[in-house]
Every structure is written in structure tokens, then in C-alpha cells.
């Protein structure tokens, strides 16, 4: 019976993917129709067969000389902004008069350009792996920053006389009621981050770098190697993906309950 | 004023907003002996719930004092002597139904008189008297909303409270959940010998659970009439056929509406 079970369940995942691989798949076989009937030149649009040569050929060595580098930095970066923006969500819940001094200033870092900053700091630390954790952490910031902030305060007046009640601790009332009904609304941020942050380290890489999947593209398109860019925008945005999933895995593991998921 | 310990709520007035804005409470009194069930009734907006919430020591009243067992009311609350039952159930969603009736033992500790290495026969066992034997490990969000705040009530009494603050708890029911909560809240509040405090604006609701029944007029909320209930407990549903219950229910009934009327009055040019 559980296995009956099981396998419906298997066959429920694949009919919910289904559509999305069928119509991308779609999408490849008439871009690759549209360039052989229209003959288009090669430089310009490489056809998904070619791209996917190019991959074959030369994905393997991409993976591990530049898209383990790009997802290091990525990976590093969510992880500082998403920390420091727990952080600070925390601060902001407890004392309104920081939130009300420092908010602003958590807008001003997410309006700032990061394509106009990841020079500046590649100026300041060189070549290294700083200047692109710090822009993934910057982009990092901010989503997690409000959503965290937003979860904090999502607990009703109720809750916090009920704790009252028990003569709890505010220590009490933050970690069993505030931090567990932030975590709907920290997951959804963390989320977001965690495609965010690939995209930070890529920009952060065509301003100064000398590895990583931005480094290929910006040489690549010097060299107007359309093939190498794609190859190198399927690694990456297949890295994303896998990376956002990852996160959905640990807040499906963290949240149990029913209509715990916000984006359900 | 017995073991269980009673509540003195001496001239208790509450303001909100100043000494410009509204007067909530004026000039409450009354004594609730140990082990009683005293319902409070009036319109929405009399400050019936601010009484409810001055008395667990949750607000400090305006001007006045109240005791519960020879203490403030904000030294009670600090012991722990209350429980309270809110007008939505407040469940944790991530905690399992018998976890959220664990929650106060959780957050006491040692100084939860049912705590030790029996605190989850205890809680199971309330959860049988309030009729959820079985639902356990089900999350709040499985369970129908009457089912909800029996939990709740289940929660309140896990660390067996001498006051049980209640305010509009059944409310949000249908009428039928509503007639089986009242029942069964009466037959543990026989079991455990609690004082009551209950909250309604239903007059039936009121008359059928306690031994008094207070009268509270809207804004400001002043005591209009302190009613003795004359039945007998326990109580069955069906002795609010008989003409006595209908009797007291329609003079009280008769308090709102002439207060209405005096508002209605005022109102008019």
C-alpha cells in the first residue's frame, strides 16, 4: 500500500513538472527550426545544438574552473546578507527607535546601483573573492531584511497576552512564538536571495575577475563567442535553480505545518 | 474569601487616550468569592473585555484595585494564577495539538504544579474531558475551529490555574459547539473547583453557565444590575425552557434596552 502510495506520488511531481519541460523543450526545437530555416549566422544566434556542443565540450572544465567559483561567492554572499539581515530584523523588532534611524538607510543600500559599487570595491580589494561575496550579500540584503522584519511582527496581540499569562520571559516570547512565525516569512525571502545572490556575484565578476561564469561571458563576448555565453548563461542560471531548490528543500523541512508555506 | 481564592475589584475606573479621551470602566465593584462562576454581560464596546484584562493583570486600571486571593492582580498574573481563554483559540499552527496544550509547561517549567515526568497524562487527560481524545498529534489547522478552542481551554487548565479569565470564548461557534462547550466547560470547572470569569454578550449563554450574572452598560461601563442565578448545578441544557430562566433573561434583557433608549434620547436634539 505505501508503495502504491509512493509511486503516485512520484508520478504527481512529474505531471506538476511536466508542462514547464514540455513547453521549454517546445521553445528550444523552434529556436533551433527558426536558425537552420532562416540561416541566420552563427555568431549571432548559436542554435540550442550547438550550445549544447559547446556545453559537451566544454561544460565539465566551466563547472569547475568558473561556476564552482561564481556559486563560492554566491553561496558565501547569501550567507553574510541573509545572516546580517536576520540580524538586523531582530534589532529593528526590539528597538523601533533603530528601525526608525536605520530603515532608511537599508533602502538607500538597495536602491544604490550594484553595477556602479562592484567597481568601486573591486578597486578597494582587487581580484578577489571580497569584492563578490560583499556585492551577493548586498543584493542578499534586503529581501531577507524585510520579510524577516515583516515575520518578526507577525505575531498577534493574543499571543504575546498569552505568554503574559504564563509569566514567560521576553526571551520566552522570542523563541517560541516570534522566531517560529517569522519562519514562513523568512523562508520567502531567503528564497528570493538565493536566486539574487548568483546574479550579485555574476555582475561583481564582469567588473574584475579572472575566473568565474561573469568572467567567461564578458571575455566570450569580447570575442563575440556567442556559443561560450550561452553555454556559460545555461550553467549559471541552471546553478540558480538548483540553489533556490535547495532552499525550498530546507523550508519544506522546516515547515510542517498546514499553510505554513506563504507561497503556496 | 476561601482557599481557592476570591477576587475584589474595588472602584475600578479605566480611561484610554488621556484625561480627554474615553471612559471605558467607571467606578467598578465587586467581590467574586472562591470557586464561583461569574459571567459579565453587555454590548460590544462596554469595556467588558478591558475588565477581563484589568482583572488578569494584563492592563493597570485607570484609577482602583483589584485582589484575587490577597494579592494584586499584577502579582497574580506573575504567579501564574490565571488562566485565560482569548476570543480566537491563539494556537501555535507549528505546535501539535498536544503540544500546544504542553506550551505552559514548556514555558513554566518548575514553577508549573503539574510539571514533572506525568505533565503529558495530565494534558491528554484534559484533552479527554474536553472530548479531543485521539486528535493529539493533528495540527490546529486540521481541526474545526469549535475543536480549536477546546484546545485552548484545555491549554488554560494545564497547570491547574485557581482563576479562569474567559473573554467571549465561544463566541465565534455555531450554536450547537456552542451548547456542547458550555456543558462541558461546566463539567470541568466542577471537576477542578476554578473561580470563573466569563465574558459574553449572549444573555442565554450567561444566565445557563454561572452562579452571578453582571451587568455592565456601554460607554462608560458602569455595573447596572448583579442577578443571583437560581438554578442549581449542574446544569442541563433543558432549564432554559423553564419560565424562571426566561423570566431573568427578559429583565435583563430589559436593562439593555432601556439603556438604549436613554442613549437614543441623549442623542436626539
Redesign the interface.
Known amino acids: 500500500m505505501s508503495s502504491i502510495r509512493k509511486r503516485s506520488r512520484v508520478v504527481d511531481v512529474l505531471l506538476r513538472v511536466l508542462p514547464s519541460v514540455v513547453i521549454f523543450a517546445l521553445c528550444l526545437v523552434a529556436w533551433e527550426l527558426w536558425v537552420n530555416i532562416r540561416d541566420v549566422p552563427a555568431y549571432l544566434y548559436p542554435s540550442p545544438s550547438d550550445i549544447g556542443k559547446e556545453l559537451r565540450d566544454e561544460g565539465l572544465s566551466l563547472a569547475v574552473d568558473d561556476l564552482r567559483w561564481t556559486m563560492t561567492e554566491a553561496v558565501l554572499g547569501f550567507l553574510l546578507g541573509s545572516a546580517v539581515a536576520l540580524f538586523t530584523g531582530i534589532v529593528f523588532v526590539h528597538a523601533k527607535f533603530l528601525e526608525r534611524v536605520f530603515f532608511p538607510w537599508a533602502i538607500v543600500l538597495q536602491t544604490v546601483p550594484i553595477v556602479a559599487v562592484a567597481p568601486l570595491l573591486t578597486i578597494w580589494f582587487g581580484f578577489t573573492l571580497t569584492p563578490k561575496v560583499l556585492i551577493a550579500a548586498l543584493i542578499c540584503f534586503f529581501p531577507v531584511l524585510v520579510n524577516a522584519t515583516k515575520g518578526l511582527r507577525s505575531i ?1 496581540s ?2 504575546v ?8 520571559s521576553k526571551w ?1 516570547l522570542f523563541w ?2 516570534r522566531i ?2 517569522s ?1 514562513p516569512y523568512v523562508f520567502a525571502g531567503l528564497k528570493v536571495a538565493s536566486t539574487l545572490s548568483v546574479i550579485g556575484a555574476i555582475v561583481a565578476e564582469f567588473t574584475g575577475a579572472d575566473r568565474g561564469i561573469g568572467f567567461v561571458i564578458i571575455q566570450a563576448s569580447y570575442r563575440l563567442d556567442t556559443r561560450l555565453m550561452f553555454a556559460g548563461i545555461a550553467l549559471s542560471s541552471a546553478a540558480g535553480v538548483v540553489f533556490f531548490n535547495i532552499i525550498g528543500a530546507l523550508e519544506r523541512l522546516a ?6 508555506r506563504l507561497d503556496r | 474569601m476561601t482557599s481557592s481564592g476570591g477576587i475584589a475589584i474595588e472602584g475600578v475606573s479605566m480611561q484610554f487616550g488621556g484625561s480627554q479621551g474615553v471612559t471605558a470602566l467607571d467606578g467598578i465593584d465587586l467581590n467574586i468569592s472562591g470557586g464561583e462562576f461569574v459571567a459579565i454581560v453587555g454590548p460590544s464596546g462596554c469595556g467588558k473585555s478591558t475588565l477581563l ?1 484589568i482583572v ?1 493583570g ?1 492592563l493597570e486600571p485607570t484609577s482602583g484595585h483589584v485582589y484575587v486571593g490577597g494579592k494584586t492582580s499584577g502579582q497574580a ?4 494564577e ?3 481563554v ?3 483559540p ?1 494556537l ?4 501539535r495539538v498536544l503540544g500546544n496544550v504542553l ?2 509547561d ?3 517549567g518548575r ?1 508549573n504544579p503539574n510539571n514533572g515526568p506525568n505533565s503529558k497524562d495530565i494534558a491528554q487527560e484534559l484533552l479527554r474531558d474536553v472530548g479531543l481524545e485521539g486528535f493529539e498529534d493533528h ?1 490546529p ?2 481541526i474545526s475551529g469549535g475543536m480549536q478552542q477546546r484546545v485552548a481551554l484545555a491549554r488554560a487548565l494545564s ?1 491547574g490555574p485557581n482563576t479562569l479569565l474567559m473573554d467571549e470564548p465561544f463566541g465565534a461557534l455555531d450554536e450547537f459547539t456552542r451548547d456542547r462547550l458550555n456543558l462541558q466547560l461546566l463539567e470541568v470547572c466542577n471537576k477542578t473547583g476554578s473561580t470563573v470569569l466569563f465574558v459574553t454578550h449572549s444573555i442565554q449563554e450567561a444566565i445557563f453557565l454561572a452562579d452571578r450574572v453582571v451587568m455592565l452598560s456601554p460607554r462608560p461601563g458602569r455595573i447596572t444590575r448583579v442577578a443571583e442565578v437560581p438554578f442549581p448545578k449542574p446544569r442541563t441544557l433543558e432549564i432554559r425552557y423553564e419560565p424562571g430562566f426566561a423570566a431573568l433573561a427578559g429583565e435583563l434583557r430589559g436593562l439593555l434596552v432601556g439603556d438604549d433608549d436613554i442613549e437614543l434620547a441623549m442623542n436626539q436634539p
Open positions: 498577534s493574543q499571543a497576552e498569552l505568554m503574559s499569562i504564563l509569566s514567560a520566552s517560541r512564538v517560529p512565525s519562519l515547515l510542517r505545518w498546514p499553510d505554513a | 484584562r488578569g494584563l498574573r506573575r504567579d501564574v490565571f488562566g485565560f482569548f476570543q480566537q491563539t501555535f499552527p507549528w505546535l506550551l505552559p514548556r514555558v513554566l514553577r495540527y489547522g486540521q497547570y
